[in-house]
């Protein structure tokens, strides 16, 4: 048998590390990205298939934060109970694909996926989420930030599962939420999305995570539009051009030119903070 036709579907992680570690496998999950990049009517292998490992999937709370393994689906994030924060990940969840697509995809698939346009990167960026990596040579941890290096490109050795995602206590505050832009409501690749959570306290502005994704090779954190809300009562009116266009790279495609990205950025994120101001939250 070639390992072409390897199929293999491990029980534990230390299954699944030690056969990567002998073989170079091609992960799959929920395979809502691999089976459209594939020419073929079956999966080129080596296979392996991770969806059998219990302890990668689920969400789980505690002091240090909140943490979300691999093969979690976006329908477990839209089931889940989870603090406001999560808001923008939940209605990242309800917009990627359709039920079908939601109940087969995974967190970890849309990340090591790596698309420019994969929804799930502004909000968990806005969460300050970290990326946990697992060999027979250990585990280690890194920024969703440093994760993502490029368009298809990750920080992820091919012996490497990437097994949770961590959400650290102080990034569980506030309230999140989500817009994305596309050709029509569902269904559809974002043109440009925009995820916020804000921390308010007494009106003011405590804490502020934004970020914009499809506007650059990776979604980004959008430093000096966060300092312009900090300190100051939650008003979108403070989200100017200047300061999320310096940091946008957009590119011309099928869905949208560069200009029209440009253009419609500022505007998406007001409105994306827009229901996160204190007379709309009420
Ligand atoms: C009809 C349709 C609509 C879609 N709509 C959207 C949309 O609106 N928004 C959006 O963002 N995406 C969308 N997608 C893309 C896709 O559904 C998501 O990106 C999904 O989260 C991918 O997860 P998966 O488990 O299916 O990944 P898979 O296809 O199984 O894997 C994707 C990649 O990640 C790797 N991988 C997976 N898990 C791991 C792991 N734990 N460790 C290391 N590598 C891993 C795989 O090797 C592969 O390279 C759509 C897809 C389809 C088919």
């Given at each position: 048998?070639?390992?072409?036709?390897?199929?293999?579907?491990?029980?534990?992680?230390?299954?699944?590390?030690?056969?990567?570690?002998?073989?170079?496998?091609?992960?799959?999950?929920?395979?809502?990205?691999?089976?459209?990049?594939?020419?073929?009517?079956?999966?080129?292998?080596?296979?392996?298939?991770?969806?059998?490992?219990?302890?990668?999937?689920?969400?789980?709370?505690?002091?240090?934060?909140?943490?979300?393994?691999?093969?979690?689906?976006?329908?477990?994030?839209?089931?889940?109970?989870?603090?406001?924060?999560?808001?923008?990940?939940?209605?990242?969840?309800?917009?990627?694909?359709?039920?079908?697509?939601?109940?087969?995809?995974?967190?970890?698939?849309?990340?090591?996926?790596?698309?420019?346009?994969?929804?799930?990167?502004?909000?968990?960026?806005?969460?300050?989420?970290?990326?946990?990596?697992?060999?027979?040579?250990?585990?280690?941890?890194?920024?969703?930030?440093?994760?993502?290096?490029?368009?298809?490109?990750?920080?992820?050795?091919?012996?490497?599962?990437?097994?949770?995602?961590?959400?650290?206590?102080?990034?569980?505050?506030?309230?999140?939420f989500?817009?994305?832009?596309?050709?029509?409501?569902?269904?559809?690749?974002?043109?440009?999305?925009?995820?916020?959570?804000?921390?308010?306290?007494?009106?003011?502005?405590?804490?502020?995570?934004?970020?914009?994704?499809?506007?650059?090779?990776?979604?980004?954190?959008?430093?000096?539009?966060?300092?312009?809300?900090?300190?100051?009562?939650l008003?979108v009116?403070?989200?100017?051009?200047?300061?999320?266009?310096?940091?946008?790279?957009?590119?011309?495609?099928?869905?949208?030119?560069?200009?029209?990205?440009?253009?419609?950025?500022?505007?998406?994120?007001?409105?994306?903070l827009a229901p996160l101001t204190p007379e709309r939250a009420a």
């Open positions: 048998m070639s390992t072409e036709d390897i199929y293999h579907r491990p029980t534990t992680l230390s299954q699944a590390l030690e056969a990567l570690a002998e073989t170079p496998f091609r992960i799959a999950a929920g395979c809502t990205d691999l089976f459209p990049a594939t020419e073929r009517k079956v999966l080129q292998g080596p296979v392996l298939d991770i969806t059998g490992i219990g302890e990668l999937r689920g969400i789980s709370h505690g002091p240090d934060g909140v943490t979300m393994g691999a093969t979690t689906t976006w329908r477990d994030v839209i089931e889940a109970d989870l603090p406001p924060a999560f808001d923008g990940l939940k209605l990242a969840a309800r917009e990627v694909g359709a039920r079908q697509i939601q109940a087969r995809g995974t967190l970890a698939g849309n990340l090591c996926n790596a698309s420019p346009a994969a929804d799930g990167v502004p909000p968990l960026l806005t969460l300050d989420a970290v990326v946990e990596l697992a060999s027979l040579r250990g585990t280690r941890q890194l920024p969703l930030s440093d994760f993502l290096k490029g368009p298809r490109d990750v920080d992820r050795a091919p012996d490497e599962i990437v097994t949770r995602l961590h959400i650290p206590a102080k990034a569980t505050e506030g309230q999140g989500f817009l994305k832009l596309g050709a029509r409501k569902y269904l559809v690749i974002s043109i440009a999305m925009t995820a916020a959570r804000i921390v308010l306290k007494d009106g003011i502005v405590q804490d502020a995570a934004l970020a914009i994704g499809a506007c650059s090779p990776v979604a980004t954190r959008l430093p000096k539009a966060e300092a312009a809300l900090i300190g100051q009562p008003d009116a403070r989200i100017t051009g200047d300061l999320i266009e310096p940091v946008l790279a957009p590119i011309d495609d099928a869905r949208a030119d560069a200009g029209y990205r440009r253009g419609t950025a500022t505007e998406l994120l007001r409105r994306t």
